[in-house]
């Protein structure tokens, strides 16, 4: 994969505002013009137009010539023919594509009996067009979004009463005909991630199922790879273990990414190749392999035919192409398939599965023989049912109790920790292979805290691990006993609706039980729905509230028996306090102070010491803190000599 050249368009671009009452749409801010030679090759591709033209782009284009796309794009993604009865007799046009876009609700004429096929289309005529053909496609977005998708990336200011040149409507169509396209599935679900109606979950580093906000309008997305709807892929090229950073929207810390507008447009659907490599498809059916090694080069993958959907394993790919043939690729020579009006393929492992028109499912397997692939004749697997395509009853893995209950839509074990299934009722059940046992997996918590998670009803789990060879393996979540009502936590502590603390202890290891105990209470002063953090700190429980006050109750004294000699009343340690940490501080002077302990046994015994000024913000946990400055500048203070 060496020796191809590799481009980036970097876009810095502002959101665009689009609003159909003052009918004016504000400049887009880039730094490099985007490439529309690759939206007219795509036209040139798919046929809408042809070289032979003598095409001038940059004259406006005609109602006649629009008209005459729109009606081929919406015929190419709906895969049929449209109407052409004449029912309304234009006396100024006679072409059947008029006749079709009226009949669909595309186009109108512009009196009853003139079509005006040579009239100039407006931005604000195009816009609206495209916008509500994309809705009549099935389209389930609202037209300000969609408007300001279709006008993303143009490099200039957009007056909605100006005309608008061939050149400009063909790239406007194009993408309206990428945004259709990439709205055609309901949900992506493939190696832990799972995107349902633009929004993008997955896994984070605590294991957590977390809503990703990076991007809306998500197609399909990896960990380093996000697929938008309107075919723009962004590719996150910070190295891999390099440190957290402060966004510029001022939010928080986070961990370092740095996502690039990758230069290919009108992208239809990415496949996560192994070795980071990725595996794209553009709405004209080419094919293009990204090698991260190198840089995110790329290059084309030649096919007799345009291709819609890739799937695969290490070593050997699987494509299906626009006319329902099957294509093997990868490390082994190219090679068509006999079995043809395949619409569906799926794959896991060593088993390649395509759906045919008439419902049934062709099953191939592949073999590794003389230090190369093969693979066997097809066979129709009378015992998988059309629905069954996307999964496989292997391994360890046994949905066949779960069948019980559910209608099994589609299943993704890739994930090494275990395994997401989509129901038909939209739920993501989640099994980590240590059982058999599927719960359906929240799609939000309210806090997560090293083995303590804290769920929106209030209620308080325990997250297990299992050692296993090269790790640990998350067990399914345990519920403590009484512990509801909770409003917040850390590590095995938790502040409940009532003003009680409490704490609890795991007694057994593999299979835990837990022993609870009220550790304290908060003042009459002071109401639970005021406190802002609980946090535990050696033998500290440090609640702060909103009034910048930090409180504390003093554990020291716990006796073996995990209760206390008596309930403690929260007593207040400082004031002017903006955030707390693990050992550390932040002032409403901008000032970090770290905790100082001389003696364990001695409960007023804490202390600040001061260690920067000039700070922002505080993102402290067990094993790291970080300060952001006023300048921007993020600090690991764990590594400060106090």
């Known amino acids: 994969m060496k020796g191809f050249n590799k481009f980036f368009i970097l876009i810095g671009m502002t959101l665009l505002a689009f609003s159909y009452s003052n009918m004016t749409i504000n400049a887009i801010n880039v730094e490099e013009k985007n490439d529309y030679g690759q939206y007219i090759e795509i036209a040139k591709n798919l046929e809408l137009i042809s070289e032979a033209d003598d095409i001038q782009y940059e004259k406006f284009i005609t109602r006649k010539m629009f008209c005459s796309i729109i009606v081929d794009i919406y015929e190419k993604i709906s895969d049929g023919t449209l109407d052409a009865t004449r029912k309304t007799a234009f006396s100024d046009i006679r072409e059947d594509y008029v006749y079709k876009a009226i009949n669909t609700g595309i186009m109108q004429g512009k009196t009853k009996s003139l079509f005006k096929p040579y009239s100039k289309m407006t931005w604000e005529d195009a816009i609206t067009i495209a916008t509500e053909t994309m809705q009549l496609l099935g389209v389930e977005q609202v037209k300000s979004t969609l408007s300001t998708e279709l006008v993303t990336g143009f490099n200039k200011k957009i007056e909605l009463k100006n005309n608008i040149t061939i050149e400009e409507a063909i790239v406007l169509l194009v993408k309206m005909a990428t945004i259709a396209r990439n709205s055609e599935d309901d949900y992506f679900l493939d190696k832990g991630n799972y995107v349902v109606n633009g929004e993008w979950w997955h896994f984070d580093e605590d294991r957590k199922f977390v809503k990703d906000s990076t991007y809306n309008n998500v197609f399909q997305a990896y960990k380093d790879y996000v697929l938008k709807k309107d075919g723009r892929l962004f590719i996150d090229t910070a190295p891999y273990g390099s440190p957290p950073y402060f966004d510029d929207q001022g939010n928080e810390i986070i961990k370092k990414a740095d996502w690039k507008l990758f230069e ?205 060879a090269g790790g640990y393996r998350w067990m399914d979540p345990v519920p403590i006993p009484g512990m509801i009502n909770g409003m917040l936590i850390d590590d095995r502590v938790c502040l409940r609706r009532d003003g009680s603390i409490w704490s609890w202890e795991r007694d057994v290891f593999i299979e835990p039980t837990f022993i609870e105990h009220k550790l304290g209470f908060l003042p009459e002063e002071l109401d639970p729905e005021e406190v802002i953090k609980v946090l535990r700190y050696n033998e500290y429980i440090l609640i702060l509230d909103n009034k910048g006050v930090c409180w504390y109750i003093y554990t020291y004294d716990k006796k073996k028996e995990l209760g206390l000699s008596k309930l403690q009343e929260a007593k207040p340690l400082f004031e002017n306090i903006k955030d707390i940490g693990y050992g550390f501080a932040l002032k409403d002077n901008d000032s970090v102070y770290c905790f100082d302990i001389h003696r364990k046994d001695e409960e007023d015994n804490i202390q600040l010491n001061f260690v920067m000024d000039n700070i922002k913000q505080l993102v402290s946990g067990y094993y790291r803190s970080l300060v952001l400055d006023n300048n921007g500048e993020v600090f690991d203070i764990d590594e400060i000599d106090y």
């Open 264 to 468: 290919l447009e009108c992208i239809t659907s990415i496949y996560h190749y192994y070795y980071g490599d990725l595996l794209i498809t553009c709405l004209d059916g080419s094919v293009w392999l990204i090698d991260e090694d190198y840089k995110y080069t790329y290059k084309r993958i030649e096919f007799p035919e345009g291709i819609k959907d890739i799937k695969g394993d290490e070593g050997v790919l699987m494509a299906l192409g626009n006319l329902g043939k099957v294509y093997f690729f990868g490390e082994l020579p190219l090679q068509q398939e006999k079995v043809d009006t395949i619409i569906k393929i799926s794959s896991r492992d060593n088993i390649y599965r395509g759906l045919d028109a008439d419902g049934n499912v062709w099953e191939w397997s592949r073999e590794f023989l003389s230090d190369e692939y093969s693979i066997n004749e097809p066979v129709i697997n009378k015992k998988i049912k059309s629905n069954e395509l996307d999964y496989y009853n292997i391994w360890d893995l046994d949905l066949t109790k779960l069948e019980e209950t559910n209608t099994i839509i589609e299943a993704d074990d890739t994930y090494y920790d275990g395994c997401l299934v989509l129901n038909q009722k939209g739920d993501i059940l989640f099994n980590n292979n240590s059982d058999q046992i599927y719960e359906v997996l929240p799609l939000s918590v309210k806090q997560f805290k090293i083995y303590t998670v804290l769920d929106k009803d209030g209620k308080v789990w325990y997250m297990n691990t299992l050692a296993r």
